[in-house]
């Protein structure tokens, strides 16, 4: 019988993919980045074990609150680390006229993951830099990964929601978000750009782990800078 390692779940959840969602995370994440929320998701060792089926059993319960958007979302850690695990919870979802949606960092793709992508509505896709020496430092991968992956997303054709966190002195100027505009065009399967502020309320988790937080000494970005960069992609 086939388990996944969940690190937590959201019942209804509304800023992981379009409409009202139910927010599976699953531990385990193959990346270090250093704005990362979820430290505690780093760890294949942690988690909760579940079946596919308890997993479409508790999302069942939510499907009144999903309406036309809504659905399910699988998020991380990294879920493409449990593949086989995801395909199936998504398989089971599509029967009940469930929507599935992906949220990661497209940094694997192997036979396990395509298998994955057939059972796939929408992928939310991190393109954490435009530049490949900044991905190298401060993700741990190169930025060839994820254009891979959206390549291969591409040619599926499956719809796609390119999402970058704004951190201050790396990824707030216009010339990057100029490029991830450029991205963009270049795969008809993105529909959306998403912006998303670095926050550091997870300051916490990494105390209580004692582990440094890389990024303690970038502040948050203001609130008049999203607003720039969001009419840059806009526009």
Not at 24 to 32: P, T
Not at 157 to 186: C, F, M, S, Y
Request: proline share 5%; with cysteine.
């Amino acid at each position: 019988m086939i388990t996944g390692k969940v690190h937590s779940i959201q019942s209804l959840g509304t800023v992981d993919g379009p409409g009202v969602r139910f927010v599976v995370f699953m531990q385990g994440c193959n990346l270090r980045c250093k704005c990362c929320h979820n430290p505690d998701t780093w760890s294949t060792e942690g988690g909760t074990a579940y079946t596919p089926e308890e997993i479409v059993s508790k999302a069942l319960r939510c499907k009144e609150y999903f309406g036309k958007d809504g659905g399910i979302t699988i998020s991380g850690g990294e879920p493409l680390l449990q593949a086989d695990f995801c395909r199936k919870v998504f398989s089971l979802c599509r029967k009940e006229g469930i929507n599935t949606c992906l949220d990661t960092s497209g940094s694997i793709l192997n036979e396990g993951v395509k298998q994955l992508l057939e059972e796939t509505d929408r992928v939310l896709l991190d393109i954490k830099y435009t530049d490949d020496g900044l991905y190298e430092e401060n993700a741990g991968c190169s930025l060839n990964k994820p254009l891979e992956f959206l390549s291969y997303l591409n040619v599926r054709l499956i719809p796609v929601t390119l999402r970058q966190v704004i951190i201050p002195g790396l990824t707030d100027k216009a010339d990057n978000i100029l490029k991830l505009k450029e991205i963009a065009a270049e795969y008809t399967c993105v529909d959306k750009v998403e912006l998303l502020p670095f926050r550091k309320i997870c300051q916490i988790k990494y105390d209580n782990m004692g582990i440094p937080f890389p990024f303690s000494h970038i502040p948050e970005p203001a609130r008049e800078t999203m607003e720039k960069l969001n009419q840059i992609i806009q526009k």
